[in-house]
C-alpha cells in the first residue's frame, strides 16, 4: 500500500535581546555557569517578571514577516511540569491567546512551490540546561539560559518529506535572520526543532498515529531522523503493527531513532493565566509602525534579483538564502561589476573558498568592491578567467588588490594578434600529425592545439584570440 508523510514542525527560536524576558540579566552566549542569574530567574519566592518589550517588538516583526493574523490582546500562561533545569516548576508561555496564528511561508523543493501554514507564533522564556557527567552518576544545572526569550513557530501539518521540512527550516531560519531577530545558530542552541510525523494511505484524509522528534540541531539530522522515521512507521504498518504515540531521539552515531518516553495521552501541563503577568495589548500604531520598518525579505529579494538583474531563479534562490550573501552581491554590483558574472564568482569561486576555509558569511576575506574589480578586470580584456582564478585566490590570501597582483606577477592578458599568431604557427609546425589529424576531420585535436598555445604563453594569451587565430590558420582562411 503506498503511504504519504504528514509532518508538522515546532521550531524554537532564541531572540537577539541584550537581557532575558521578565528580568534583566544578560542574554549573552558563553558565560560561566549560573553567572547571567538574579532572583527572577532563578525562581525565588517573592519575585516578580517584568515583560521586556525587545522580545514582544521581534515576536511582531516575525508574525509580519510571514503573514501572520496578530491578536491586539494576549497574555501569558504558566505551563506546569517538573524538571531540574526548571526551577519555578512552571514555564511562562502562551496558551489559549498567543500573540499571532495562521500566517505562512513559501518553499521549493526540486522545482516545485508549496506553500506551508504557520498555526501560531507564541512567546516563551526558556529553561536552564542539564549537563551529564559521563564519567559519573552526576548532573549539574545551568541557569544561565533560564528566562532567555525565545518564540516558539508551530507549523500546520502540510509537509509530506524530509526535504520539505529540511526547506520549510531553512526558509524559517533566513526570515529570522533578515529580520535580525535571531542568529539561528543551532550548535548554540538559538533555532531548535521538535518534528512530529506520521504516515497514512495515500488520498486518506485522516492522520495516523504520530511520533515527536526532540531537540535536532542540524538540517541534515532533521532530513534524516525524519526519512528513518517514515521509514520504521511504514514497516510497522505493513507487517500489520500499531504505530504507538512517543517521543523519540535522533542518533546520528547509529542513524537511528529510539524510545525517549511514552506518550499515550497528552500531557497535562495545566496551563493557567500568569497572575503575575497583565494581558499584553497591541495596538495597531505599534504594529505599523514594525511593518514600515521590516527589510526586504528573501522572497521580495529574489523577485527583485530576476526582474532588475536578469538572473535566473537558482542564482536568486542562493544568492537570497543568506542576507549576508545578498548584501555582499549588491555591493558587489554597486562597485561595478556585472550581475551575472558577479553572480557565477560568488557562486562558483567564493562559497568554495569558504567552504574549504571553514569560514563564515562573517569573516569573507576579499571585500565585494575589491571582488568587483577583478571581475572589471576580465570583463575589458586585461586578464583572463582562468588567470582571474589565480588571481581571486592570492587575493584571499594576501589581501591585496587584484591590479596589483596582476602588476607584480606580469598576469596581463595578451591580446596582440600578431603575437599569439607567431605562437601558434610555432605549435602547429611542432604538431604536424596532429594539425594533418585535425584536417582530416578530428576535430577533437582542436581542444590540444589551444591548450599548447595556452601553455606557451603560461596562460596569459586571450582565449578567443586563440580559438579564432588557430582556427583560421588550421582551416587555411
Not at 501569558?76 to 514555564?91: E, H, S
Not at 524530509?162 to 527550516?169: H, Q, R, S, T, V
Not at 533566513?174 to 518534528?195: H, K, P, V
Not at 564568482?345 to 569573507?364: N, T, V
Request: neutral net charge; contains cysteine; glycine residues 8%.
Amino acid at each position: 500500500m503506498p503511504f504519504e508523510a504528514v509532518i508538522g514542525l515546532e521550531v524554537h527560536a532564541q531572540l537577539k535581546t541584550q537581557t532575558k524576558i521578565f528580568c534583566g540579566c544578560s542574554a549573552a552566549f558563553g558565560a560561566p555557569p549560573n553567572t547571567h542569574v538574579c532572583p527572577v530567574c532563578l525562581g525565588m519566592p517573592g519575585s516578580l517578571p517584568v515583560l521586556n518589550r525587545k522580545v514582544v517588538d521581534f515576536a511582531l516583526r516575525m508574525a509580519l514577516a510571514t503573514g501572520c493574523r496578530i491578536a491586539h490582546t494576549s497574555r501569558f500562561a504558566r505551563k506546569n511540569y517538573f524538571y531540574p533545569d526548571l526551577p519555578k516548576g512552571y514555564q511562562i508561555s502562551q496558551y489559549e491567546l498567543p500573540i499571532a496564528e495562521h500566517g505562512a511561508v513559501d518553499i521549493t523543493v526540486d522545482g516545485a512551490k508549496r506553500r506551508i501554514g504557520i498555526t501560531r507564533i507564541h512567546m516563551e522564556e526558556d529553561a536552564g540546561k542539564l549537563s551529564h557527567d559521563p564519567d559519573r552518576p552526576v548532573s549539574r544545572v545551568d541557569l544561565n539560559r533560564a528566562g532567555v526569550p525565545l518564540i516558539e513557530i508551530v507549523s500546520e501539518p502540510d509537509l509530506r518529506t524530509p526535504e520539505e521540512a529540511g526547506a520549510y527550516l531553512r526558509k524559517l531560519r533566513t526570515i529570522l535572520r533578515y529580520l535580525d531577530i535571531s542568529d539561528g545558530n543551532m550548535e548554540e542552541g538559538s533555532f531548535r526543532c521538535d518534528a512530529n510525523v506520521s504516515i497514512r494511505p495515500r488520498g486518506q484524509a485522516g492522520l495516523g498515529t504520530r511520533t515527536e522528534l526532540k531537540n535536532i540541531n542540524s538540517f541534515r539530522f532533521v532530513e534524516k531522523a525524519l526519512h528513518y522515521e517514515i521509514q520504521r512507521q511504514r514497516e510497522i504498518l505493513e507487517d500489520g503493527g500499531r504505530v504507538v504515540q512517543e517521543t523519540r531521539l535522533w542518533d546520528d552515531a547509529q542513524n537511528r531513532t529510539y524510545v525517549m518516553r511514552g506518550k499515550e495521552e497528552a500531557h497535562d501541563y495545566r496551563y493557567f493565566p500568569d497572575p503575575d503577568l497583565l494581558p499584553l495589548v497591541i495596538d495597531e500604531a505599534w504594529v505599523e509602525t514594525l511593518r514600515q520598518s521590516l527589510p526586504e525579505l528573501p522572497d521580495a529579494r529574489r523577485r527583485r534579483y530576476v526582474k532588475d538583474f536578469g538572473l535566473p531563479e537558482y542564482d536568486a534562490e542562493v544568492l537570497t538564502g543568506a542576507r549576508e550573501l545578498a548584501d555582499y552581491f549588491e555591493a558587489c554590483v554597486g562597485a561595478g561589476a556585472p550581475a551575472k558574472p558577479a553572480a557565477n564568482w560568488i557562486m562558483g569561486s567564493l562559497l568554495g573558498l569558504l567552504k574549504a576555509e571553514s569560514r563564515d558569511l562573517d569573516h569573507i576575506p576579499v571585500s565585494a568592491p575589491a571582488l568587483a574589480e577583478l571581475l572589471r578586470l576580465i570583463d575589458d580584456g586585461t586578464i583572463s578567467g582562468k588567470i582571474a582564478k589565480t588571481v581571486f585566490d592570492e587575493m584571499a590570501a594576501s589581501g591585496q588588490t587584484a591590479a596589483a597582483i596582476v602588476a607584480q606577477k606580469g598576469l596581463v592578458q595578451i591580446s596582440d594578434a600578431d603575437q599569439i599568431g607567431a605562437v601558434v604557427a610555432r605549435i602547429m609546425a611542432a604538431n604536424p600529425g596532429q594539425v594533418e589529424a585535425y584536417r582530416s576531420g578530428k576535430t577533437k585535436i582542436f581542444g590540444f592545439l589551444v591548450g599548447q598555445v595556452m601553455k606557451e604563453t603560461r596562460g596569459k594569451a586571450n582565449p578567443q584570440v586563440v580559438n579564432d587565430l588557430l582556427r583560421q590558420k588550421l582551416e587555411g582562411s
